[in-house]
């Protein structure tokens, strides 16, 4: 996606290697995609010990803000300490550790903070002064905190008299990368010089200004304090204004979330769950401020995967998102497709066609994996089925040769036995999902082709017909209780039979023309027994699909392929039941993961706990887990637009809608979608029929 190598830097991702963040490398000791090797004790921000051995600071109570490359990470109570990963960050930078606040002298009483969107948070607090005239303080503290680099302090006066109070703001910074924050090695705080209106912090190849406006009436160096003394007339008002940059001129750069003209336009929910609309909203929030460019063609944008450990390039979420992104707009499915194709590998025999990618963890019964498998076979699957949501067929040309060297590649690579197998350390193992993500690569593949006017569809098509043959005879295990998929088989040919998550990835065949799903690896039996395995309580955890089954070896609920539910995998598990007509299990794993989201006030994560749900009990956060994380924040948009069923076939002129008949969530109105370029609106009643309610005038409605 850039030309950056891939790197490992930050703690184990649910179910792919961790990137360092920009700017940063790998951590010493830390693999790509295994956890980080255990860090020894270091003296942390402002003199904090660091993390203990192998520990990782916990971010499930952590308020993120972000705006790639912005993020600040922020403790509820809006005092910036600099423990743990608080602070402002830049291209993986931490700018300021520490920006804590003292009005008269004292600390202010935290009330509450909380996100107000994806790049800003907002804390409230309140000072006690001796001059008060009772028990009730009458100076209101807020504090509005932004990711791209910007703080505004607000003293609100309820007094009846005129205050004159001295405010302070210490602030400190390491100027660590991420990854050296996360390990606990980020070194002492570097001494700070006045720097006009503020504070400068210097070290080898960085540095941080912090401006403030109104400038501060005294500045002390040694201890980087800023000073003002503020008058506070009867019901008046005060504003200091922060800046936090790494150069000395203005603000930074819009992000390209933010930007005038970004990929994702702005679409609507509404119906009779009111909890549809802001689930869309905060997912299109989280999904654009995680937007960054491709620095050697910045015209082009992708999603990363996650914050904060992951910012980095990660090709296989990157497309995973612009994918269930489609029914917004094919915009940045492009701009992902062309970041991706440059990063291609070009030379060797068996490497020629591969997009590469990190290692990472594939489950307790498994060896690591890499996701650069993943994404070479995403790349034609996202090709094609832009293709049907309106891509521009100059736009398809151009992008075409690198999805016929991804399917040259899956050709030449599939073993003797016919399958696809690992690379690196799960060399000779053949996965059950990766086999998944070959055959949907090559029947959809084969189409574009075909239609495309290109060689090679007849050899994709009929290696996918050989796949399914021999997957429904081999990759099955036969047991009292109907049989399952087997997760993976090895290089002797032994079936593993762990189930996991990962099966959800077998019912997810993809768009076709014509409105038509392809073919799947399973036939209709074995599918109607995956469904039921799928909505049992083994694997339905009431918040969502887990990673593992809870009856499995090696369960954890908190292991992100070993139990923990995966938002990426539920939504695929819902899309894939609903389409195959098992709409009662779709329905309860829909239902389960709203509720969650919920829960988590929409912001869904990448991964939480698969604890079994009971009454009077709420989802689990993963303390480790990215939040907001790309394809959690895009499967919003899947999950809902699942219960439309907008199946589009622009080059044919065609778009049928198949709605969840069950209508799970009542009545539903999804506006601002697009499809062949155009302004696209559905609705679907309460009944389950759909209707689309706008439409471009050339296309041929269908159901």
């Not at 300490?81 to 993986?92: A, D, S, V």
């Not at 401006?211 to 040694?222: I, K, N, Q, R, V």
């Not at 450990?309 to 497309?319: I, M, S």
């Not at 009662?584 to 869904?604: H, I, N, P, T």
Request: proline share 10%; net charge neutral.
């Amino acid at each position: 996606m850039t030309p950056r190598a891939p790197a490992g830097g930050g703690p184990a991702s649910p179910g792919t290697g961790r990137a360092a963040a920009p700017g940063s490398g790998p951590r010493p000791g830390a693999g790509p995609g295994r956890r980080p090797a255990p860090a020894p004790r270091a003296s942390g921000p402002a003199g904090n010990s660091g993390p203990g051995f192998g520990e990782l600071p916990p971010l499930h109570a952590a308020l993120i803000s972000v705006a790639l490359p912005g993020l600040v990470v922020s403790a509820e109570h809006g005092q910036l300490t600099g423990h743990g990963l608080e602070g402002f960050y830049r291209h993986g930078r931490r700018l300021l550790a520490r920006c804590q606040l003292k009005v008269a002298g004292r600390e202010p009483i935290a009330l509450q903070g909380r996100p107000i969107s994806a790049d800003r948070a907002r804390f409230f607090a309140v000072v006690r002064t001796p001059a008060d005239s009772g028990p009730d303080p009458e100076i209101t503290i807020e504090r509005l905190r932004q990711a791209d680099g910007s703080e505004r302090i607000t003293l609100r006066s309820s007094s009846p008299r005129s205050l004159r109070l001295p405010v302070e703001i210490a602030l400190g910074t390491d100027l660590a990368d991420l990854g050296a924050v996360a390990a606990g090695r980020a070194g002492p705080e570097l001494p700070g010089s006045v720097h006009a209106s503020g504070m400068r912090w210097t070290a080898p190849g960085a540095h941080a200004v912090v401006s403030a406006h109104p400038p501060p009436a005294d500045a002390l160096a040694s201890a980087g304090v800023l000073r003002w003394d503020v008058e506070l007339p009867p019901g008046g008002s005060y504003t200091i204004e922060l800046q936090i940059r790494t150069d000395r001129t203005g603000r930074p750069a819009r992000p390209p979330g933010q930007a005038a003209s970004h990929p994702l336009p702005q679409a609507e929910a509404e119906g009779d769950d009111p909890r549809v609309g802001p689930l869309l909203q905060s997912g299109l929030d989280d999904l654009r401020a995680l937007l960054v460019r491709d620095p050697a063609h910045p015209a082009d944008v992708y999603a990363a995967a996650g914050v904060p450990w992951r910012t980095g390039p990660a090709p296989a979420e990157a497309l995973w998102a612009a994918r269930m992104a489609l029914p917004l707009s094919t915009r940045l499915a492009a701009a992902t497709l062309r970041a991706v194709a440059r990063t291609q590998l070009a030379g060797g025999e068996r490497e020629f066609g591969r997009i590469p990618g990190p290692l990472r963890d594939a489950g307790p019964h498994l060896p690591p994996s890499c996701t650069g498998v993943e994404a070479t076979l995403a790349f034609p699957v996202v090709l094609a089925e832009a293709r049907r949501w309106g891509l521009a067929e100059s736009e398809v040309a151009e992008l075409l040769p690198a999805a016929e060297r991804c399917l040259r590649w899956l050709r030449a690579c599939a073993g003797d036995d016919g399958y696809l197998g690992e690379p690196g350390p799960a060399a000779g193992l053949a996965r059950a999902e990766t086999q998944a993500h070959a055959h949907r690569a090559a029947v959809l593949g084969a189409e574009l082709l075909r239609e495309c006017g290109r060689p090679g569809a007849q050899e994709c098509a009929a290696w996918a017909a050989g796949l399914r043959e021999r997957f429904r005879e081999e990759f099955w295990i036969e047991d009292l209780a109907g049989g399952r998929p087997a997760a993976a088989r090895t290089a002797d040919g032994r079936p593993l039979p762990s189930l996991g998550g990962g099966a959800a990835h077998l019912l997810d065949t993809g768009l076709l023309g014509a409105g038509r799903l392809a073919p799947g690896l399973l036939d209709k039996v074995q599918t109607e027994q995956l469904a039921r395995l799928l909505g049992g309580p083994a694997m339905d955890s009431g918040w969502g699909l887990r990673g593992l089954g809870a009856k499995e070896a090696g369960y954890n609920p908190f292991g992100h392929r070993a139990g923990a539910v995966r938002v990426y995998d539920t939504a695929v598990a819902v899309t894939g039941l609903a389409a195959a007509g098992y709409e009662k299990e779709a329905s309860a794993l829909l239902r389960g993961l709203l509720d969650a989201a919920e829960a988590f006030g929409y912001r869904l994560p990448e991964m939480y706990a698969g604890e079994q749900r009971t009454a009077d009990s709420a989802p689990l956060p993963h303390p480790a887990a990215c939040r907001p994380a790309a394809v959690a924040a895009a499967s919003a948009v899947q999950l809902l637009t699942t219960l439309a069923g907008i199946r589009p076939d622009a080059p044919a002129g065609t778009v049928a809608v198949c709605p969840v008949r069950s209508a799970p969530l009542g009545a539903v109105r999804l506006s601002g979608l697009s499809v062949a370029g155009e302004p696209f609106a559905v609705r679907v009643s309460r009944l389950g029929v759909g209707m689309v309610e706008q439409a471009a005038g050339r296309l041929q409605l269908g159901g």
